[in-house]
């Protein structure tokens, strides 16, 4: 493990700022025992955002989604009701009765622990250098952020519309296969209630986005225990750029979630899926469902492992808020147009804030 990373250890002790080459945390604990955190791994939190709610009657919405199929109809609006409220008190749900299995579900995350625990050689196969690369597997170092390394590996694949896996460990790319379209079939299902929740025809999302062709993104986070937890950060504040994003992970909790300018932590139960509103439900809803932000900490207890499945429109179709959302005067057309690519290009090249909002006024002038 240790010839993996071109670094002698004891050099670490005094490592300058700026950090040597690490192809992985994961192979950096593992070849030595830390006691403090290397210094490059340091992040500045921001004091403004460490208000953490633990009040136990402001909780996560849960969404029963077995009635929106098979309720009767009292049921079904019952539901479209509580993920409108869902959607703009909170920007993200638990769904129970999903169909998603549990035993597929652990298989997923058992067959990426094993693709993180391939020799560091064979992973950098998969290492790939645009972001739009189909298959990406790193380590978090982002300059733009606090200069910090982020304590946490990832693998990235694209699964729709069409599907890419690394080819090993065996049986990863089977497994990646089902469990990515079983869990689109469940965002098929929330886009078209969410689309009657904003008072739309069933199909607007799935059209306006372009969904059968839309981007579906399966990613998995690693994050090992870490020596000083509270000093470094797994992935600061962010939003997901897509429609919905849906979250799972192997019952260590790590995950927060801002809402009313307070953290909350977020328990993902075995058998829960997870749901963010992302950027472009935003932008589609002309704000009046907004992404919310999230944020995942470290521990130095055990190893956490995520997966985030990302469901965005198609690369190519221009996302605009919904017309009959955007025709009056208090409520007029509040984001620029692009197409999800154009977004993510101006996102990935610090084009874009980390929230892209342009009243149409400024777009214009601009
Ligand atoms: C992400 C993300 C959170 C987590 O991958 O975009 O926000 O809990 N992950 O790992
Ligand atoms: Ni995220």
């Known amino acids: 493990m240790a010839s993996a990373i071109s670094l002698d250890t004891k050099s ?17 604990v593992e070849s ?12 500045t939190h921001n004091l403004h955002d460490e208000l953490i709610s633990d009040d136990p009657e ?19 609006s019952q539901v479209i009701h509580q993920l409108n409220k869902a959607c703009s008190d909170w920007g993200c749900f638990m769904v129970i009765n999903h169909g998603v299995s549990e035993s597929l579900t652990k298989a997923m995350i058992a067959s990426f622990q094993e693709f993180f625990d391939l020799p560091e050689e064979e992973k950098e196969e998969f290492q790939g250098s645009h972001v739009m690369d189909p298959i990406r597997c790193g380590t978090g170092f982002n300059p733009s952020i606090n200069k910090a390394n982020l304590w946490r590996d990832f693998l990235k694949c694209v699964a729709h519309p069409e599907f890419h896996s690394p080819n090993k460990p065996a049986g990863f ?32 999302i799935n059209k306006a986005a372009n969904f059968e062709l839309g981007l579906q993104l399966l990613a998995a986070n690693y994050y090992p225990a870490c020596p000083e937890p509270e000093k470094a950060i797994g992935i600061p504040s962010h939003y997901d750029h897509g429609l919905l994003t849906i979250l799972v992970n192997n019952g260590v909790s790590g995950l927060q979630v801002k809402h009313k300018e307070k953290w909350f932590n977020v328990s993902i139960h075995p058998n829960t899926l997870f749901v963010q509103v992302a950027d472009h439900l935003e932008i589609l809803s002309n704000g009046k469902y907004k992404s919310i932000a999230h944020r995942a900490l470290v521990n130095n207890r055990a190893t956490r492992m995520s997966i985030a499945l990302a469901h965005g429109p198609s690369l190519d179709t221009v996302i605009r808020p919904a017309p009959e959302l955007a025709d009056n005067e208090s409520h007029p057309p509040a984001y620029v147009e692009l197409t999800y690519r154009e977004f993510l290009e101006l996102q990935q090249t610090g084009k874009l804030r980390s929230k892209f909002r342009l009243n149409s006024e400024q777009s214009k002038a601009s």
């Open 173 to 204: 790319s089977e497994i990646a296969l089902e469990f990515s379209k079983r869990n689109r079939e469940v965002v098929t299902v929330l886009l078209k209630a969410i689309s009657k929740s904003l008072g739309l025809e069933e199909s607007y």
């Open 12 to 28: 670490l002790k005094a490592s300058p700022v700026y950090p040597p080459k690490i192809t992985s945390v994961k192979a950096l």
């Open 32 to 43: 030595t025992d830390f006691s403090s955190l290397p210094s490059f791994y340091t992040f």
């Open 58 to 76: 402001d909780s996560i919405p849960i969404i029963d989604i077995s009635l929106l199929v098979s309720g009767t109809p009292e049921e079904q």
